[in-house]
């Protein structure tokens, strides 16, 4: 069965430090895989997505993630964080199959949240 | 891309009472999707929708108690009936486009429901 971990529950970095946050999938063909990021009393804002070719993608507000098959992750990293960045990452994988019923059904990992100190 | 927005926005309801969420998409998408996010916790696929057909639930979700609407390719609407203190939750709605990138959804920005 799909499934995506994301085994940093919290994280807190120093502004201006660098981010790293850590996404695993488990699926048997090739995914298709997301990060969102929901701030606090928002909904989800895509930030960027996976679906073929270039293994390191860059999404929005200088996100970057890189899509390692060997490892099954798609980690999300950016080199410099900043104060707006305090929210919840959310990593999902989706797949063109007709998986469980839900054709274009994405599956979500609970969540990293991210602190940032001044 | 596409912008979609939500009513309520929240809401807090008695226990056996229903609410009707609405979604309103600004373009025409061929896929919606209800999630639900109960507190601390990820985004669960409650069902999908597409128009002109019977919405897909999944697994521990049935359409008595969330029935859903998709009357055209802009709109849907998603009911919690009979509601408990166990449907205290946030619901969002999200669209896909059409073509193989239909796995690229857009969410709005959720209804958050406190049942008392």
């Known amino acids: 069965a799909q499934s995506v971990t994301q085994p940093d529950i919290h994280i807190t970095v120093s502004e201006g430090a660098s981010l790293e946050l850590r996404c695993n999938y488990s699926?048997?063909?090739?995914?298709?895989l997301f990060w969102y990021v929901q701030s606090p009393g928002q909904g989800l804002q895509l930030l960027l997505k996976y679906f073929s070719g270039d293994t390191l993608v860059q999404g929005i507000k200088g996100f970057e993630a890189e899509f390692k098959r060997s490892q099954s992750s798609f980690n999300l990293r950016k080199p410099s964080v900043h104060w707006s960045d305090a929210a919840e990452y959310f990593c999902a994988v989706g797949a063109m199959e007709n998986y469980g019923g839900s054709q274009g059904n994405l599956i979500f990992g609970k969540g990293t949240k991210l602190s940032v100190k001044p | 891309s596409a912008v979609i927005s939500q009513k309520p926005s929240r809401d807090i309801c008695q226990r056996g009472t229903s609410l009707t969420i609405q979604c309103q998409v600004d373009?025409?998408?061929?896929?919606m999707f209800w999630y639900r996010q109960q507190p601390g916790q990820s985004l669960t696929l409650i069902a999908t929708a597409n128009q002109g057909s019977e919405a897909t639930y999944e697994s521990g979700f049935v359409i008595d108690k969330f029935p859903i609407s998709r009357p055209n390719l802009t709109f849907s609407t998603l009911t919690v009936s009979n509601m408990s203190p166990e449907d205290s939750s946030i619901y969002l709605c999200?669209?896909?486009?059409?073509?193989?990138?239909?796995?690229?959804?857009?969410f709005g920005p959720g209804t958050r429901l406190t049942v008392l």
């Open positions: 999200s669209a896909g486009t059409s073509g193989y990138s239909y796995n690229e959804q857009f």
């Open positions: 699926y048997g063909a090739t995914p298709y």
């Open positions: 373009s025409q998408v061929t896929m």
